[in-house]
């Protein structure tokens, strides 16, 4: 079974730094997903980036990107310029690649980001 | 296009009762995951549903179940309900065979 550990439960950084949240996986498939979900105080989980664990080049989304390395299992996501709206849960979750059918995401517990002004 | 939506949001049942919630996916899209999202436990999968199907159930006792209409909606179902089981519980659909879940805002349920 696959897990996935997200090591800090809280973070707090001021507006315009930059911060990692970290994330590792455990897993015996070759190919996979990975994704980092934000949820705000408003709950709507949103998906911030995900990678494909066959493409090397890590990927970026605007302020989003991530360090994705496979051997050791790990997939942090860096934020850069912060804002207040960055305030919320971030989950790393896990997806199984499949030809076809049932696809489930397996989440990490989760860390609270806190943007202070 | 409307996003998912869930009904009710919030939901307040007493021990022993029955639940009913439902999701209505993003129009076109054929899976609908349902997942509880508890502070203990965090977010556990639940069950997938594709084209009325279930392709796949997390590890819950049979007390939670499913099903997935022909317009693709989806409705679990939670009998005999327990303290534990309140949550928030998170429906998701998606397009096809990999494409990205999108979240619906979620179903608050207190069980008293």
């Known amino acids: 079974a696959q897990t996935v550990t997200q090591s800090q439960p809280e973070m707090s950084v001021q507006e315009a730094e930059t911060v990692t949240l970290s994330c590792t996986y455990d897993?015996?498939?070759?190919?996979?997903?990975l994704f980092w979900y934000k949820q705000p105080p408003s709950r709507q989980m949103i998906l911030v980036i995900r990678?494909?664990?066959?493409?090397?080049q890590n990927a970026t989304e605007n302020r989003f990107s991530v360090n994705f390395q496979k051997a050791a299992k790990s997939f942090s996501l860096k934020i850069s310029d912060s804002q207040l709206g960055d305030t919320a849960m971030y989950f790393c979750?896990?997806?199984?690649?499949?030809?076809?059918?049932?696809?489930?995401?397996?989440f990490g517990q989760g860390t609270r980001l806190t943007i202070n002004p | 296009k409307a996003g998912v939506t869930q009904t009710p949001r919030y939901l307040i049942k007493t021990r022993g009762q029955q639940v009913t919630l439902s999701c209505s996916p993003i129009?076109?899209?054929?899976?609908v995951s349902w997942y509880q999202q508890t502070p203990g436990q965090g977010l556990q999968f639940l069950f997938e549903?594709?084209?009325?199907?279930?392709?796949n159930k997390g590890n819950f006792p049979g007390r939670f179940s499913g099903r997935q209409f022909s317009n693709s909606r989806s409705e679990m179902n939670v009998s005999t309900l327990e303290l534990g089981d309140s949550a928030l519980y998170l429906c998701?659909?998606?397009?096809?065979?990999?494409?990205?879940?999108?979240f619906g805002p979620g179903t608050r349920l207190t069980v008293l």
């Open positions: 998701a659909s998606r397009q096809g065979t990999y494409n990205e879940q999108f």
């Open positions: 990678q494909e664990a066959y493409k090397q």
């Open positions: 979750a896990f997806m199984k690649q499949r030809s076809e059918g049932a696809q489930k995401l397996v």
């Open positions: 897993t015996s498939e070759n190919n996979y997903y």
């Open positions: 129009s076109g899209h054929r899976s």
């Open positions: 549903y594709f084209s009325e199907t279930q392709r």
